[in-house]
């Protein structure tokens, strides 16, 4: 059998792997860690090409990627994949999921792949700086996020981030959906944060959701879309259904113009008392010194921009613009009166 050695190559092309198969290879000799290109997975699939690390013997990470261990977890990230293909919150390669397997060492899905087309040999494994340990496949780009998450919550086991339209439509615009309207959104989520736009894929965007993540189990992403975990990955999914489903339901109260009528704040407290058995994260728990319940006064007229988010003007810019409303207010009313 003959075998190609490439275990000096951290990362693996296409061109590697067919020229491998042009030379009649069987099996390529890869380094621990070393990472494939989408199009060199593609290749060695293709090929049907056996990959092994040093020495041949699959090294401990690609044998815990591919323990029985493992295999429930990445049965429940492929199934939660569908999910959140099939629920329209992912499109193209959009989306990613994680499980946090033990301890310095977390499952992740693989960049540039559908949600919709997973099977568990696409995952990948990294620890918690990022770096990829086993999996034919390059991890997503998108894992910082999920690892920043992992480092500052002990509790987080499973982390889901998507792009639901009802959801990501309230990040866009810069806006929360209020508080104290439907029970099961009061325990499961509660007040939701949104952190600051960054450039996705990046340290700096992992770290926007720093702040929130301790007291909140989803955040809007401004501008982008959502983040959640849970203790399972279908439990993080559960939380992406009740947000997207929540803000969905809040544009359609919109559509029929009467006023919201809201849970009052003492039967709220019922649902966070119910929401603290369970365990569950919210920042009025943690004494974020606010109302229980938002009052907004229309559907969808939201609300609270969470703390960090509000737009900074400088004291002059601020000034002026208080300056220019009030003018045009005047105004405005002084036409009402001569007309
Ligand atoms: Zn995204």
């Avoid at 990627?65 to 199934?79: D, G, H, R, V």
């Avoid at 301890?103 to 992740?108: G, H, R, S, Y």
Wanted: glycine residues 6%.
């Amino acid at each position: 059998m003959s075998r190609r050695d490439l275990s000096r190559h951290r990362i693996i092309t296409a061109q590697d792997v067919e020229d491998a198969a042009r030379a009649g290879v069987v099996e390529l000799l890869l380094q621990p860690g070393a990472m494939l290109t989408p199009e060199a997975a593609e290749a060695v699939a293709r090929h049907g090409l056996k990959l092994c690390g040093r020495d041949g013997a699959d090294n401990e990470w690609e044998r815990l990627l591919n323990s029985a261990e493992a295999q429930p977890f990445k049965e429940e990230i492929c199934a939660v994949g569908r999910k959140l293909w099939q629920r329209m919150y992912v499109d193209g390669n959009g989306g990613n999921i994680s499980y946090r397997l033990r301890d310095d060492a977390v499952l992740c899905t693989p960049t540039l792949l559908s949600k919709a087309d997973l099977t568990p040999a696409d995952l990948c494994l990294v620890d918690l700086d990022g770096k990829q340990l086993a999996g034919g496949k390059a991890r997503t780009s998108e894992i910082l996020l999920h690892l920043e998450i992992y480092k500052a919550v002990p509790e987080a086991r499973a982390v889901v981030h998507c792009h639901p339209p009802h959801a990501t439509a309230y990040a866009i615009t810069g806006r929360v959906p209020p508080t104290c309207i439907i029970p099961e959104y009061e325990v499961f989520i509660g007040r939701v944060a949104l952190s600051p736009y960054e450039t996705p894929g990046t340290k700096k965007f992992a770290e926007t959701v720093l702040p929130y993540v301790r007291t909140h189990n989803t955040v809007l992403l401004a501008n982008h879309g959502i983040v959640c975990w849970a203790d399972t990955v279908t439990h993080a999914e559960w939380y992406a259904e009740v947000v997207d489903t929540y803000c969905w339901t809040l544009m359609l109260a919109q559509q029929l113009g009467a006023p919201l009528s809201h849970i009052p704040a003492e039967k709220a407290e019922d649902l966070l008392a119910i929401k603290q058995r369970l365990g569950l994260p919210d920042a009025r728990l943690a004494g974020d010194n606010c109302p229980v319940c938002d009052m907004p006064e229309r559907p969808g007229a939201i609300t609270t921009l969470p703390a960090g988010a509000a737009p900074k003007l400088p004291p002059a810019e601020m000034d002026a613009l208080i300056e220019a409303v009030t003018e045009a207010v005047l105004k405005a009313l002084e036409q009402k009166r001569q007309s």
